[in-house]
């Protein structure tokens, strides 16, 4: 019983351990690997969206209570936690609101200096506009509202919506469309973290015809049954020749 397990593993230091399970011919069912640290008690992530609000991504409070006698080390560079209070019983740090810090390791160590590194994550969506060809250089990854032109949605366009996920296989499907248009739905490949839309399959939208005005770029996702957004990722302004 897991019972029985616990009590076997608190007689353990902190490490990675090995389930492997059998049947009554003795032949390999399942095998499980985890990492086990006697006194982690909790680890609490702030509530958040993978979407930013309009004001951008904050920051996430993450919190790991341990018992006395564990330390908490964190792994990464200051770039990617914002924060850090360090106690007998608990770690509190903030995962930063940047690309870069959607994941932060902490080793938790005993009193004999055993440790384990844990990983915690806090998934969010970030996006750019890229070119034709440059899918494969980095890219000025946003959470706020970009500017766009009507040409960027000719037929001849080479701008793309390239989306960054937290993870390849996180997302199943990534929509995009204009406000009061109908938005195309994409799915994501589940070995893809970036994923790239042509804007110049957008430019026959009825939202692009009926516009007198700015038109505002709303982008979705949906993973699982949940959907996530929608949330404005450009706006197309018309220059004064083109306004009714």
């Given amino acids: 019983s897991f019972d029985e397990l616990r009590s076997w593993l608190d007689d353990k230091q902190p ?10 011919n003795d032949e390999l069912l399942e095998s499980l690997d985890f990492r086990y640290v006697r006194g982690l008690e909790a680890i609490e992530i702030d509530e958040h969206s993978p979407l930013p609000s309009p004001q951008g991504h904050r920051p996430v409070k993450v919190v790991l209570r341990v018992a006395p006698g564990v ?9 990617m936690i ?13 995962l ?5 810090a959607g994941r932060a390791t902490c080793r938790l160590r005993s009193e004999t200096g055993d440790g384990v590194d844990v990983v915690v994550h806090a998934p969010r969506v970030w996006w ?11 890219h000025a990854w946003t959470d706020g509202l970009q500017p766009l032109s009507t040409d960027d949605l000719l037929p001849t366009s080479p701008m793309h919506l390239s989306v960054l996920l937290p993870e390849p296989g996180w997302a199943d499907e990534v929509s995009v469309g204009f406000r009061d248009g109908s938005p195309r739905r994409v799915p994501v490949p589940r070995s893809e973290r970036v994923l790239h839309y042509p804007l110049r399959n957008l430019g026959e939208d009825d939202a692009v015809r009926r516009a007198d005005g700015p038109y505002d770029l709303l982008m979705s996702v949906r993973t699982g049954a949940t959907v996530h957004g929608p949330v404005v ?7 004064a020749d083109q306004l009714p």
């Fill in 15 to 24: 490490g990675w351990f090995f389930v492997r399970a059998y049947d009554a």
């Fill in 71 to 79: 330390v908490v080390s964190p792994l990464d560079s200051p770039a």
């Fill in 82 to 94: 914002m924060s850090l209070e360090l106690a007998p019983t608990e770690g509190v740090f903030s």
């Fill in 96 to 100: 930063a609101a940047s690309p870069d």
């Fill in 128 to 138: 750019a506009f890229t070119a034709d060809g440059d899918e494969e250089k980095p």
């Fill in 233 to 239: 990722v450009g706006a197309v302004r018309l220059t």
